[in-house]
């Protein structure tokens, strides 16, 4: 069956104009051509009222990491449980705006202070420069927590794709370094290893919008020239222990080729006593966060993560 006729037809509706707009060429594409395109495609919704946005730059290492605040605008100083956020892109794409959606969502449906970071790009900084920033930026919020009216104990690190990656391997620094504790980690169809011979990369190496030759692309962006590794900081799968690690949810998308991996990653937890839940989004692609707003299937997983982030850091 061609991978186009697995997606659900409402989904496919969405999705469609920006399947075809989409050059079969991106993985050849410079990491500024990549962004140019995406950005060209991109929309970025307006601040709603009841949520107030401000942009602030957090100093870590002689440098400063661009951030991004979204609070409810009854929001006083009573220490609410802290979500900080990880934008996708391969690696190489995405800013403050590109996952505004998300951002603004998860501060409306929780009432929690949303810290949005702006991690260094690859090529112009492979890794490790992001999964540092990102860390830098966990210790910034611990220092700072009141300025966002949080509680630091009750953290959750979210993200969504490369993002979420970041959010696996910023709980794995944690714990390695006996940093900030993280209370939950909201992982939404991440990627999690450089294993292209998955059953998912299998099924639909051919797209549509992230193919296996897209993917090793953003890898090859990434880690310098070339597309595997084994660090467990840039694919966490591979990490030798996963013990102490915080409760986690996983979500991933029917159709894509990341799913067998974020699904592994899952059970591996598990294997060490992490408590996990999997949800995955049937008749759908990668990067359905973007439609949580408007597709029935979308906001179905995306509230299942949510709620169980929720339970976890209410208790």
Same mark, same amino acid.
């Given at each position: 069956m061609l991978i186009l006729n697995r997606i659900d037809p409402q989904y496919l509706k969405l999705v469609e104009k920006a399947i075809i707009e989409t050059p079969a060429d991106m993985h050849t594409l410079s990491a500024e051509q990549l962004r140019n395109l995406r950005n060209g495609?991109?929309?970025v919704p307006p601040i709603p009222n009841g949520i107030i946005a401000k942009d602030i730059k957090a100093s870590a290492n002689k440098r400063e990491i661009p951030l991004r605040i979204y609070r409810k605008s009854d929001h006083v100083n009573d220490q609410r449980p802290l979500i900080i956020y990880f934008h996708g892109g391969g690696f190489v794409i995405g800013n403050l705006d590109s996952h505004q959606i998300t951002c603004v969502r998860l501060c409306e449906d929780t009432g929690w202070p949303v810290l949005s970071v702006d991690y260094r790009l690859a090529p112009e900084h492979p890794f490790p420069a992001a999964p540092e920033d990102c860390f830098s930026a966990l210790c910034w919020a611990a220092e700072n927590a009141d300025l966002m009216g949080a509680d630091i104990s009750r953290t959750a690190v979210v993200g969504e794709s490369a993002g979420a990656n970041? +959010? !696996?391997?910023?709980? $794995?620094?944690?714990?390695?370094?006996?940093g900030p504790t993280i209370g939950f980690q909201l992982l939404f169809y991440p990627v999690i290893d450089t294993d292209f011979t998955t059953?998912?990369?299998?099924?639909? +190496? !051919?797209?549509?919008? $992230?193919?296996e030759r897209l993917m090793r692309a953003y890898w090859r962006h990434y880690l310098g020239g070339v597309d595997t590794t084994n660090d467990a900081y840039a694919v966490p799968l591979r990490a030798d222990s996963l013990a102490d690690l915080p409760t986690a949810s996983i979500v991933t998308a029917e159709i894509?080729?990341?799913?067998?991996?974020?699904e592994a990653y899952g059970v591996r937890l598990k294997t060490f006593d992490v408590d996990v839940s999997i949800h995955r989004a049937t008749g759908l692609i990668h990067g359905f966060m973007?439609?949580?707003?408007?597709?029935s299937e979308a906001n179905r997983v995306y509230s299942a993560g949510r709620d169980d982030m929720v339970r976890a850091l209410s208790l």
């Open positions: 495609l991109r929309q970041l +959010a !696996a391997v910023t709980a $794995l620094l944690a714990r390695d370094r006996k059953p998912s990369y299998q099924d639909f +190496a !051919a797209g549509p919008l $992230l193919p894509d080729v990341l799913r067998s991996e974020a973007k439609h949580i707003n408007v597709h």
